[in-house]
């Protein structure tokens, strides 16, 4: 029984270790999503600054090609002889003015939403690289836990290897069939109840746990409800 034990305390140690381990990789998928969605959010509010750049460029070209237009109609407007034709040049070129400064008014007012953007872009850049730094720090952290628990389990795995070598063939095949299906396997009898499924045993099955020199080649007494092996804790 005290093989048994010490078999069961070196598994259950390998069996944590391995399940730190498997947790590990979901873990760094939650973070690398946290830092994808950081790096999202400084393009989106980057995307914002830059639609407005672009507006204000195409409004910059609209202005020029105006201006152009009335430097344009000036020159006609030179060589126009007949009144009324000279004074409908001079309304076209009063009306392309009018358009020029409304597509001023709207340069300014994108030029101050750019400063805007900009400011709000640089104080969300600053806190999101901060949280982005957090997490792969984070990343750094889980890769050297991954790799500790990679070593502390081929450690585990190896102790219980040697453990299960101090256990009767028959007595470790018993343990197996429990193993295989829940953890703990050994456990002790408690006020006539089974330490792990905490339900009564049968008189027989606390009689042989209690009997000082058990049969070797007797079965090992085992919970009549869950079938774990049941031992004797004086």
Request: contains cysteine; aromatic residues 2%; hydrophobic residues 40%.
């Amino acid at each position: 029984m005290q093989a048994l034990l010490v078999l069961q305390d070196r598994d259950l140690h390998q069996r944590s270790l391995a399940s730190q381990l498997r947790a590990v990789p979901e873990d760094q998928a939650r973070v690398e999503r946290q830092v994808a969605a950081e790096k999202a959010a400084i393009e989106a509010a980057r995307g914002e600054l830059r639609e407005l750049e672009s507006r204000k460029k195409l409004l910059e070209i609209e202005i020029s090609t105006a201006e152009g237009k009335v430097a344009q109609y000036r020159t006609q407007q030179l060589s126009i002889r007949k009144n009324d034709e000279y004074q409908a040049m001079g309304q076209q070129i009063a009306a392309t003015q009018e358009a020029i400064g409304r597509l001023e008014e709207q340069e300014l007012g994108v030029m101050f939403a750019i400063d805007e953007a900009r400011k709000r872009f640089e104080t969300a850049a600053g806190v999101l690289q901060a949280n982005i730094a957090g997490h792969e720090a984070r990343l750094a952290v889980l890769r050297q836990r991954a790799a500790a628990l990679t070593a502390e389990l081929r450690g585990a795995e190896e102790a219980v290897a040697v453990a299960r070598t101090g256990v009767e063939p028959l007595r470790l095949r018993a343990y197996d069939r429990v193993a295989a299906r829940q953890m703990p396997v050994v456990v002790p009898i408690h006020g006539g109840k089974c330490g792990g499924c905490h339900l009564k045993v049968s008189s027989e099955v606390e009689s042989a746990a209690r009997a000082k020199t058990p049969d070797p080649i007797a079965p090992l007494p085992t919970c009549d409800q869950c079938g774990r092996i049941v031992h004797w804790e004086s």
